[in-house]
C-alpha cells in the first residue's frame, strides 16, 4: 500500500521538482542577462570616455601647436630688432640713420601682444571620467603646465604693458612732438631727443630689460615645455 502511494505522488513531486528548477533557471537566465547588459553597458561608456579623453588631448596638442607658432612670432620679432635696441644703447645712430629709417625711433612705440589658447585645457579640467594613472598623470602635468606658465607669461607681459604705458603719459605731457609721434611720424625734435637725451636711453634700456630678461625666457620656457608635452601626447595615445 505505502509503496503504492509513493508511486502515486512521485509523477507530482517530479512535475513540481521540474517547475521549481526550470523557475531558478529562468532567474539565473534574467540575471546574467543583466549581468552581461551592464558589463557591456559599462565597456561602452568606458570606450566613449576613453574616446573623449583621447580627443581631448588632441585638442590641447593642437592648442599647444598654435601657441608655439605665435611664441615662435614673438620671438623672431624681437630677435630682428635686437640689433637696433644695442646700437641705440651705445649711442652707435645717427641723425640721418633715423631720417632714413623712420622705424628706428619707433623702437619702443609698442610690442607684439600675445594671447595663448586655454579652451583645450579648460575642457581638459572638467573631464571627471575615470582614467589609467598613466593619463591621469599627463592630464595633471597638462593642467598645472598651463596654470603655472600662464601666470608667469602674465604678471610679465603686466611689467611690460605698463612700461609702455608710462612712456606714452610721459611723452604725451612733457614733450612737443608727441603728436607727431603717435601718428609715427619721426620728427627733428625727437631725433634729437633720442640721440642727446639719457631719459630715452633710461627708457629703452628698461623696455630691453623687460623684453629679454623677464618676458622672452617665460616665451621659450613654455616653448621648451610645450614640446615636451606634445611628444608625451603622441606617445601616450599610441599607447592607449
Known amino acids: 500500500m505505502r509503496l503504492n502511494i509513493l508511486n502515486k505522488r512521485s509523477p507530482e513531486g517530479n512535475k513540481r521538482s521540474s517547475y521549481i528548477s526550470y523557475a531558478i533557471l529562468e532567474i539565473l537566465l534574467v540575471v546574467i542577462g543583466i549581468l552581461i547588459a551592464v558589463s557591456i553597458n559599462n565597456w561602452n561608456e568606458g570606450r566613449k570616455n576613453k574616446d573623449e579623453l583621447n580627443q581631448l588631448l588632441v585638442r590641447v596638442k593642437e592648442d599647444l601647436k ?17 640689433p637696433v635696441f644695442e646700437k641705440v644703447l651705445k649711442s652707435e645712430y645717427t641723425v640721418e640713420d633715423y631720417k632714413k629709417n623712420p622705424t628706428i625711433g619707433l623702437l619702443i ?27 591621469e598623470k599627463l592630464v ?35 614733450t612737443d612732438w608727441w ?9 627733428d625734435d625727437f631725433i634729437e631727443y633720442a640721440l642727446k637725451s ?12 623687460f623684453a629679454y630678461k623677464v618676458y622672452l625666457p617665460e616665451l621659450d620656457k613654455f616653448k621648451q615645455r610645450g614640446l615636451d608635452l606634445i611628444d608625451k601626447i603622441d606617445k601616450i595615445n599610441k599607447q592607449n
Open 109 to 135: 612705440f609698442g610690442y607684439p601682444e600675445l594671447a595663448l589658447n586655454q579652451r583645450g585645457v579648460s575642457l581638459l579640467e572638467d573631464f571627471k571620467a575615470d582614467m589609467v594613472p598613466e593619463k
Open 198 to 209: 639719457r631719459d630715452y636711453k633710461k627708457r629703452v634700456a628698461t623696455a630691453e630689460f
Open 179 to 187: 603728436l607727431d609721434y603717435i601718428q609715427l611720424k619721426i620728427t
Open 66 to 82: 598654435t601657441d608655439l607658432t605665435k611664441i615662435d612670432n614673438v620671438l623672431n620679432h624681437y630677435e630682428n630688432i635686437k
Open 140 to 174: 595633471l602635468e597638462l593642467i598645472t603646465f598651463y596654470k603655472e606658465q600662464l601666470w608667469e607669461i602674465k604678471v610679465d607681459d603686466e611689467l611690460r604693458s605698463k612700461d609702455y604705458k608710462e612712456n606714452f603719459t610721459f611723452w604725451k605731457n612733457n
